[in-house]
């Protein structure tokens, strides 16, 4: 079949299939010359598929809030483990400051004078318990002679921002100690008080080098007890404290025992004396001198020198027939 062939039979089946309505358009659009037509959008219905921003904001908002519960779940272990929470004071004459976390583990163990400084010489006690470390300060200072049956005086000052966690760690601490001097045959006598230290305070506690326990126990005295000075208080024992606060009443502070005072020690006693007597001869008596005794003891009136004169009062056996030279013989009565 040749090409013109295809082409013809291509037209005649091209007009068969579309209808020539070209005439009847045109005619249409005469008819409507000069009217206006107001266009309107058309409705069209939503997608029902979902934005595809949706899934990435809630996939964010999960993140963000595992984020922020893993802030505070951090937060509240970092105040647990590693916030001071409590700030514990033992004073003798050594002053230690201790800083404690909620966990009542050992954050910094501070000496405040030289004494202190020798109690924690060769001690690490960061990390360590409470209680452990209580037990290594005292028995430090039992060792070193601080603490003994004369020197039994301690100060326990706890720092809390609750009154009632401050007092709870307050006895638990006496106790502690206690039974710690007890195990030693030392009856101790314990201060203890809780303590919100204001500025003023520590201002006087960073002067005259101590804590700001004992500064409050010398405040406390002081408002008794007006002879004294803050700084003549400030050098004085816990012990020597203890007494003058025993004797004023100071209700600020709590006490179990009482502190002994310096005992002088006993004088040795006082031999009974008597004068000496020589012991009894057993020799006879001298028919010349009178006296009876191996010796005779005579004191020249021209040298006023003590001579011994040495006489034998008892003749020589019989059988002897020398005499010595360095002797004289009483005759025999």
């Known amino acids: 079949m040749k090409n013109k062939e295809i082409k013809r039979l291509l037209n005649s089946a091209a007009q068969k299939t579309a209808p020539d309505v070209l005439d009847s358009v045109l005619s249409g659009c005469e008819q409507q010359k000069g009217r206006n037509f107001v266009m309107t959008n058309a409705t069209t219905s939503e997608s029902p598929r979902r934005r595809p921003g949706i899934r990435g904001l809630a996939i964010g908002i999960a993140a963000f809030c595992l984020l922020l519960v893993g802030g505070i779940g951090g937060f509240f272990g970092y105040q647990n483990m590693y916030a001071v929470d409590s700030v514990v004071a033992f004073d003798v004459n050594p002053s230690i400051r201790l800083e404690v976390s909620r966990q009542e583990k050992v954050l910094s163990a501070e000496p405040l004078n030289a004494d202190a400084s020798k109690i924690l010489f060769d001690m690490n006690l960061e990390g360590t318990d409470l209680n452990v470390a209580t037990n290594a300060i005292i028995g430090s200072m039992l060792r070193n002679g601080y603490l003994s049956d004369i020197a039994n005086s301690i100060l326990i000052t706890v720092e809390n921002g609750d009154d009632e966690k401050a007092a709870a760690l307050q006895q638990e601490l006496v106790d502690e ?38 500064a409050s126990l010398i405040e406390g005295i002081l408002a008794e007890n007006t002879q004294y000075t803050f700084e003549e208080l400030a050098s004085l024992s816990i012990r020597e404290l203890n007494i003058l606060a025993d004797a004023g009443e100071i209700t600020s502070v709590s006490s179990s025992g009482s502190a002994t005072s310096a005992k002088p020690r006993p004088a040795m006693p006082l031999l009974p004396t008597r004068a000496w007597t020589p012991p009894p001869s057993p020799y006879r008596s001298s028919p010349l001198t009178g006296r009876t005794g191996a010796l005779s003891t005579t004191w020249s009136s021209t040298t006023r020198k003590r001579r011994m004169n040495t006489r034998l009062t008892q003749p020589p056996a019989k059988s002897s027939s020398v005499r010595p030279r360095s002797a004289r013989w009483l005759p025999a009565t």
């Open 177 to 214: 100690i206690n039974q710690i001097l007890g195990s030693n045959n030392i009856e101790g006598s314990i201060l203890s008080q809780t303590l919100t230290a204001s500025d003023d305070l520590k201002a006087k506690a960073e002067t005259y080098g101590i804590s700001t326990g004992k």
